[in-house]
């Protein structure tokens, strides 16, 4: 179904400009996002070029790139958060700061294995994922800002490493 709107000329005269009229895939996008995704899909599939939604298709492919790169910085905020709480509060270390470490390390080294050219992120991730675990530790613990490392204390391949910091 085609959305049209009349519009009032300067002298008071209504008029149906086609100019306004939305696309029923772009309307659908709106309205039931999985629906469109699944219309979005069968023209793909069917090589129906001309009657794809590319505007938001566009938009859409380069959301889930972001979201790669918001999940790989999401996941090293956590590691890092518990690895700091591992490291400065060892009296309350136990099995389940162990096993968030573990999960999020592997959670990590998945999305960079199914997404290889976030690599080179990884850098700029670990420092983003800092902050992010900076938080994380003054949320969930006494300690304070000022006990803790202004930049991020390991290297990326102590993050990475299955074994850190584990004795």
Not at 9 to 19: K, V
Request: glycine content about 6%.
């Amino acid at each position: 179904m085609l959305k049209t709107e009349l519009k009032q000329d300067s002298q008071g005269d209504c008029h149906n400009h086609a100019s306004d009229q939305v696309s029923p895939s772009a309307n659908q996008y709106e309205q039931d996002f999985y629906a469109w995704t699944q219309e979005q899909s069968d023209l793909l599939r069917l090589g129906k070029w001309q009657a794809l939604d590319i505007k938001n298709l566009v938009e859409e492919i380069s959301s889930l790139g972001k979201q790669q790169k918001q999940e790989l910085r999401n996941r090293l905020g956590v590691l890092i958060g518990h690895l700091l709480k591992w490291q400065f509060q060892p009296e309350l270390r136990g099995k389940s700061w162990r096993a968030t470490i573990r999960e999020q390390r592997d959670e990590i080294l998945d999305v960079l294995q199914e997404n290889p050219s976030l690599k080179p992120y990884i850098g700029e991730a670990v420092q983003k994922g800092f902050r992010q675990g900076i938080s994380l530790v003054l949320r969930e613990t006494p300690l304070d800002i000022h006990d803790l490392p202004l930049e991020c204390p390991y290297a990326i391949a102590q993050i990475l490493d299955l074994e850190f910091p584990f004795e």
